[in-house]
Nanobody
């Protein structure tokens, strides 16, 4: 079994910073792309940032210059440094990873999601 566990969410004032972490565990063979998504109340889940196993990154326009995604492949962990936070960044943030893992006698490649961590930015 593979699990993604997020941490680091919380309440912060506008202009402040938070750092999210997401650790993957289980019978992992290799991890391809990792990323962060978010879902605000009443809205659809949207991509925030992604990072490939080689370190190439992609950001949604609204967070460019403020958020930084990184990963530690040795720790199977992805991070999201969020600076200059705005009230509109308030959402539940979900970790996502595409993982090759051992499942019984098989090798399986699939997408996994964490349970989410709440980020609230007050004005």
């Amino acid at each position: 079994q593979v699990q993604l566990v997020e941490s680091g969410g919380g309440l912060v004032q506008a202009g402040g910073s938070l750092r999210l972490s997401c650790a993957a565990s289980g019978t992992i063979v290799t991890i391809n792309d990792m990323g962060w998504y978010r879902q605000a109340p009443g809205k659809q889940r949207e991509l925030v940032a992604t990072i490939t196993s080689g370190g190439n990154t992609n950001y949604t326009d609204s967070v460019k210059g403020r958020f930084t995604i990184s990963r530690d492949n040795a720790k199977s962990t992805v991070y999201l440094q969020m600076d200059s936070l705005k009230p509109e960044d308030t959402a539940v943030y979900y970790c996502n990873a595409k993982i090759l893992s051992r499942q019984a006698m098989a090798i399986m490649f699939r997408e996994y999601w964490g349970r989410g961590t709440q980020v609230t930015v007050s004005s």
